[in-house]
């Protein structure tokens, strides 16, 4: 079997080979997160999106319009959607209503990310990698899926930490299309700035355009936006309005991200999907693990202490103390060699699921995000 059957990365049919032109479908924090490399790279004549309110607007040139447009494709054009996996099979239906085939016509942006750029370009890259820059929190959701609640002493990201874990990658690694630095409460570590100027001056070229997130329950300072802004950041905000009763400031933190021309989305939350983890441990038998663990949308590889997580939300897990990874569920950047074909594979490998033990441990207890759960609670209620 070959590297690319392995890996799921042969799933392209027709002439992908010969696309110049992409219509990305669906204008939201996904498509902010994960377009730059896009736009840099074919012609995108205009974006499409269901919600109404925005067609008309532009996003780097190109109109927002409606999905009639896809009746009328320009020569060698692909859609690619940029919306998150679990929304997937809705469109999946609006496209077979314009005639259009999976993997002919169109795929999802983590498969474009992956298989497009390995066969066509001869690069690896990684579709979505998340970085805890801290376990403080000026919120402590009892249901949240970063265990802030969990951990007895906060943990804080240092810049040279940063920068080692970054470089490790790098040197490992093609292209990041969507890098998210998280926490707990991202803007509360005082070495994000330096952070985001290291990104900035080093890997501009390599790394899509980077997201911090916050829940505006702390309004940043004017410095800190002018910081955000010069470093080409997307502020994804998470509003939990509902449940903490106005302590955030996520419309007047949007006002004032746009009056300064700074890429800002609100995402509001009335929601999550219950994980179970730690109250109600799924304990799947061993045989289901896998496919449980595939079937679980986000995608948030993680990236910390010199390794490669399958899944950030375990890395928070162990660092509170509720679960104990075992030592082949990581890897370890440090061991593979560095600006080597065989260890790019080894990285793209394992962000597609190619594990050792064939899943991720933390999977048989934790109910994921995928549509074999279906279970909710409601956000960002307070312990």
Same mark, same amino acid.
Request: glycine content about 6%; aromatic content about 10%.
């Given at each position: 079997?070959?590297?690319?059957?392995?890996c799921?990365?042969?799933?392209?049919e027709?002439?992908?080979?010969?696309?110049?032109?992409?219509?990305?479908?669906?204008f939201?924090?996904?498509?902010?997160?994960?377009?730059k490399?896009?736009?840099?790279?074919?012609?995108?004549?205009?974006i499409?999106?269901?919600?109404?309110?925005?067609w008309?607007?532009?996003?780097?040139?190109?109109?927002?319009?409606?999905?009639?447009?896809?009746?009328?494709?320009?020569?060698?054009?692909?859609?690619?959607?940029?919306?998150?996996?679990?929304?997937?099979?809705?469109?999946?239906?609006?496209?077979?209503?314009y005639?259009?085939?999976?993997?002919?016509?169109?795929?999802?942006?983590?498969?474009?990310?992956?298989?497009w750029?390995?066969?066509?370009?001869?690069?690896?890259?990684?579709?979505?990698?998340?970085?805890?820059l801290?376990?403080?929190?000026t919120?402590?959701?009892?249901?949240?899926?970063?265990y802030?609640?969990?951990?007895?002493?906060p943990?804080?990201?240092?810049?040279?930490?940063f920068?080692?874990?970054?470089?490790? %990658?790098?040197?490992?690694?093609d292209?990041?299309?969507?890098l998210?630095l998280?926490g707990?409460?991202?803007?509360?570590?005082?070495? %994000?700035?330096?952070?985001?100027?290291?990104?900035?001056e080093?890997?501009?070229s390599?790394?899509?355009q980077? #997201?911090?997130?916050?829940n505006?329950?702390?309004?940043? #300072?004017?410095?800190?936006l002018?910081?955000?802004?010069a470093?080409?950041?997307?502020?994804?905000?998470?509003?939990?309005s509902?449940a903490?009763?106005?302590?955030?400031?996520a419309?007047?933190?949007?006002?004032?991200?746009d009056?300064?021309?700074?890429t800002?989305?609100?995402?509001?939350?009335?929601?999550?999907?219950?994980?179970?983890?730690?109250?109600?441990p799924?304990?799947?038998?061993?045989?289901?693990?896998r496919?449980h663990?595939?079937?679980?949308?986000p995608?948030?590889?993680?990236?910390?202490?010199?390794?490669?997580?399958?899944?950030?939300?375990?890395w928070?897990?162990?660092?509170?103390g509720?679960?104990?990874?075992?030592e082949d569920?990581?890897?370890? %950047?440090?061991?593979?060699?560095?600006?080597?074909?065989? #260890?790019?594979q080894?990285v %793209?490998?394992?962000?597609?699921?190619?594990?050792?033990?064939?899943?991720? #441990?933390?999977?048989?207890?934790c109910g994921?995000c995928?549509?074999?759960?279906?279970n909710?609670?409601?956000?960002?209620?307070?312990?």
């Amino acid at each position: 079997m070959s590297f690319a059957e392995a890996c799921g990365l042969d799933e392209l049919e027709g002439d992908w080979s010969r696309v110049k032109t992409i219509i990305p479908y669906g204008f939201g924090a996904d498509a902010h997160r994960t377009l730059k490399r896009i736009f840099q790279d074919f012609d995108i004549p205009f974006i499409v999106d269901r919600d109404e309110t925005k067609w008309g607007m532009r996003y780097l040139g190109a109109e927002i319009v409606s999905p009639e447009r896809l009746r009328h494709l320009p020569a060698h054009a692909k859609v690619v959607v940029t919306i998150a996996k679990r929304r997937f099979h809705e469109i999946q239906q609006v496209m077979k209503q314009y005639g259009l085939q999976e993997h002919v016509d169109y795929c999802h942006i983590s498969q474009f990310a992956q298989e497009w750029y390995y066969k066509y370009r001869h690069e690896y890259c990684i579709f979505t990698l998340d970085m805890a820059l801290t376990t403080a929190c000026t919120l402590n959701c009892r249901h949240c899926n970063m265990y802030i609640p969990y951990h007895k002493k906060p943990f804080m990201l240092t810049l040279e930490e940063f920068k080692r874990n970054i470089d490790l %990658l790098m040197e490992r690694i093609d292209y990041v299309f969507t890098l998210g630095l998280l926490g707990g409460e991202a803007l509360l570590n005082p070495e %994000l700035p330096g952070m985001l100027a290291y990104l900035q001056e080093r890997y501009d070229s390599r790394i899509g355009q980077p #997201s911090v997130i916050t829940n505006a329950v702390r309004m940043p #300072s004017k410095q800190l936006l002018e910081i955000l802004k010069a470093n080409n950041v997307n502020l994804v905000i998470s509003d939990y309005s509902d449940a903490i009763h106005g302590r955030a400031h996520a419309d007047e933190l949007k006002a004032k991200a746009d009056a300064m021309g700074l890429t800002c989305n609100i995402m509001r939350s009335r929601v999550w999907t219950d994980v179970g983890f730690p109250e109600h441990p799924w304990n799947l038998p061993e045989e289901k693990v896998r496919e449980h663990m595939m079937q679980c949308d986000p995608g948030w590889r993680g990236l910390a202490n010199g390794k490669l997580y399958f899944c950030n939300c375990a890395w928070s897990a162990e660092q509170a103390g509720l679960f104990k990874l075992r030592e082949d569920d990581c890897l370890n %950047l440090a061991v593979l060699p560095a600006r080597e074909v065989s #260890s790019k594979q080894q990285v %793209l490998a394992y962000c597609r699921g190619i594990l050792p033990d064939n899943y991720f #441990s933390f999977c048989r207890v934790c109910g994921g995000c995928g549509e074999d759960n279906l279970n909710v609670v409601p956000a960002g209620v307070q312990v």
